[in-house]
């Protein structure tokens, strides 16, 4: 992976995420069933004591068909982790209690106690909160936030022989900026850093191993279940270092436990089939809203990729998967808290365009003042670095009902703004 360039014209053209999910098909079920089985069990019997000796050395695995524990390695939870590996082009990958809990696990496999992460600034609240916080106070591991589409910034943000990771959101959340993945991964790699990127508002669209990351995490909570009932993450890499995190003695899905349960798994790999064809939609009507509400009222500040305005528009479409758009999420700012919080009552209450709700890319429109919601953790300071201001609204767009019945629902109640 180390100093990989990636040449759009060749290999976009070869495989596209959905294409890939046609020849890394799931294991079929323990009778041929076609869908795979759920492997229940918490444990896993040897045939003799020498292949228990051999699978505690790390000696026979899962390619033989031998498991030792679901906490860290679960067959139906590896069959999910290998789906996802396949529409990120990642040799394989592996599944988690949630987003957080992927992110967490890869950060700490990744760093030392006295290590250095160099992170951009606007991120997920409860991933910023982790690099501020939790992992500067419990494990001694500092983050220099970065505003990642300044490369000369990130480049001097790293510090020789001490960083070791170079994280960001491939479009971050809330403010929507893109991630130039080709050369953010050659200044890291240049420099012996890993590149880890959260691809939880892009898969499909953006297959960030392929531009050159090493490790790809999820918040499977999101797009990947599609309807806003499940807590899942991802973790996709190579086997060097997902293997790693599987060590039955050291791996910290060993060690922490952010196991998946396999029923879950099951569960959601049935939704990832047709996660190509929801992304189509989400991304589709977005650029509809957007287009629409630009038209209504030039003076509102949108934020969204798929607008030329966006100062990564280009970057976003050179980087991009064939036919997927710009995203689902688009931000309204309506300059303050209050004119935010009224929009979002009138949206939900008075024409049930949608729902006031944290998270994202479920089949209805769900809306959040960022400032005061997911990214309340953050102090006024931290907010204004990061590009949050306090009248975001981010809005993840659904595609329920025609397009034409949610825009009337929309102007219906910005009309009594
Ligand atoms: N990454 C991003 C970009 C998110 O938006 C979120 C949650 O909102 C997470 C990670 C955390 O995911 P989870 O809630 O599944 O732990």
């Not at 220099?144 to 491939?170: H, P, Q, R, W």
């Not at 089939?273 to 589709?284: A, E, I, N, Q, V």
């Not at 006024?380 to 609204?393: H, V, Y």
């Amino acid at each position: 992976m180390e100093g990989k360039q990636f040449n759009r014209e060749t290999e976009s053209e070869k495989e596209v995420p959905a294409e890939a999910l046609a020849t890394a098909r799931h294991e079929l079920g323990e009778h041929n069933g076609i869908n795979m089985s759920i492997e229940a069990s918490n444990t896993f019997t040897f045939k003799d004591s020498e292949t228990m000796n051999r699978a505690f050395q790390g000696e026979v695995g899962p390619k033989t068909g031998i498991y030792i524990y679901s906490r860290h390695l679960n067959p139906t939870v590896l069959n999910l982790g290998r789906q996802i590996a396949a529409i990120e082009g990642t040799e394989t990958g592996y599944c988690t209690a949630s987003g957080m809990s992927a992110i967490s696990s890869v950060l700490l496999h990744l760093c030392n106690s006295g290590g250095h992460v160099v992170a951009a600034k606007s991120l997920y609240g409860g991933s910023h909160a982790l690099l501020t916080h939790f992992l500067q106070q419990k494990c001694n591991i500092t983050t220099t936030f970065v505003d990642i589409v300044d490369l000369e910034e990130v480049e001097n943000a790293m510090i020789e022989g001490k960083t070791s990771v170079l994280y960001f959101e491939s479009i971050s959340n809330p403010t929507l900026n893109v991630a130039n993945i080709p050369e953010l991964s050659k200044i890291a790699h240049a420099k012996g850093v890993k590149v880890v990127v959260d691809n939880t508002f892009a898969p499909m669209i953006l297959s960030p191993a392929k531009l050159g990351a090493d490790v790809v995490v999820h918040s499977i909570s999101k797009y990947m279940s599609g309807e806003a009932d499940i807590i899942a993450g991802a973790i996709c890499g190579p086997a060097e270092i997902v293997d790693q995190m599987r060590d039955p003695h050291e791996g910290p899905l060993m060690v922490l436990g952010p196991t998946m349960n396999p029923k879950l798994a099951f569960e959601i790999s049935g939704r990832i089939p047709h996660l190509s064809m929801r992304m189509k939609k989400h991304c589709k009507r977005a650029m509809k809203f957007v287009t629409k509400i630009k038209e209504l009222d030039p003076n509102l500040v949108v934020l969204y990729p798929g607008l030329e305005e966006h100062p990564q528009h280009s970057l976003l479409k050179s980087m991009s998967n064939k036919d997927y758009g710009f995203g689902g999420v688009f931000c309204v700012d309506m300059k303050t808290e209050e004119r935010a919080n009224l929009l979002m009552d009138k949206l939900q209450n008075n024409s049930k365009f949608g729902f006031m709700g944290v998270s994202l890319g479920y089949y209805e429109t769900l809306m959040t003042c960022s400032s005061s919601s997911t990214n309340s953790m953050l102090d006024d300071k931290e907010k204004e670095r990061a590009g949050i201001s306090p009248g975001l609204i981010r809005f993840s767009v659904g595609y329920v009902g025609t397009f034409e019945q949610k825009w009337s629902q929309f102007t219906r109640a910005y009309s009594e703004m």
